[in-house]
């Protein structure tokens, strides 16, 4: 017994060699646990590069955000329904009545309306309204448009040469627009001149009754002078040019002057197969044989 506790028996230098021994291990324990040895990187990067990265970050982060809200198309206000109106911000009460007033039939026409029939705030109604859509009709109701015939009503239609009026002329009668006016112009110059009054029938998407309404106050003062192309020496192309003669006409004129030799006389054409007789009058103005 006695030896066995001799293997445990330290003098007071041992054991305060075994306690300073402890001591050291518990502080490189602290030591290693509070400090860091990994060796410090220098950093790739200057100051001013790091912050023009941050700035680039949250200006994409906030692009992200942007692009994620729902996007407002232009529309109807009269056609907002429960789902529309709560995506735009309106509350319950302010969508019933909405849908009330469209059920009586009747329809909003403009921002002010939108305001008396819904109640909604004003806040609200600047953020959404930019984006009403109104029909064409509302919205022109008092444009340019009613400025003009109110204008035409007051003003006294100068009777004129149907060749010499202008684009401001034209649009005194009521129902021809600027495009309307530009056509009859464009036809006339491909005539070289109205040479008959009712040729301004032939005019593209020009109806009956506006162009009588013209008619009225324009007419054929004065002839026009038309280059009349020789039948016998004019090309193809030339006389395809002329208004009132198509393609397949064109090739059966050549067809009867190559088998004829020369034209004599206009008339000659009457024999055509599938001439327009009733062109002839028409035709003739731009030919002559000769």
Known sequence: MNQFKSHFWYNKRQRNGIFFLLLIIVMLQITFFFVDFAPEEPSRFSQNEIEVFKKEQDSLLKKALEERKPKIFPFNPNYINDFKGYQLGLNVDEI??????????????????FKGVTKISDSLLNKISPYFKFPDWVTNKN?????RFKKNKKEAIEVKDLNLVTSSDLIKIKGIGEKT???ILSYRNKLQGFSYENQLYEVYYLDKETADKALKYYKVLSKPTIKKLNINTASFKEVLAIVYIDYELTKKIFSY??????????????????FPIEKF??????LVAE
């Open 96 to 113: 019933d009545r909405l849908i009330s007033f469209r059920e009586t039939g009747k329809f909003i026409n403009s921002i002010k309306e």
């Open 143 to 147: 444009t340019k448009s009613n400025t």
């Open 181 to 183: 006016a530009e056509r």
């Open 257 to 274: 002057r190559d088998e004829v030799a020369e034209i004599q006389s206009l008339e000659e054409l009457k024999k055509i197969d599938g």
């Open 281 to 286: 009058n028409r035709i003739s103005l731009y």
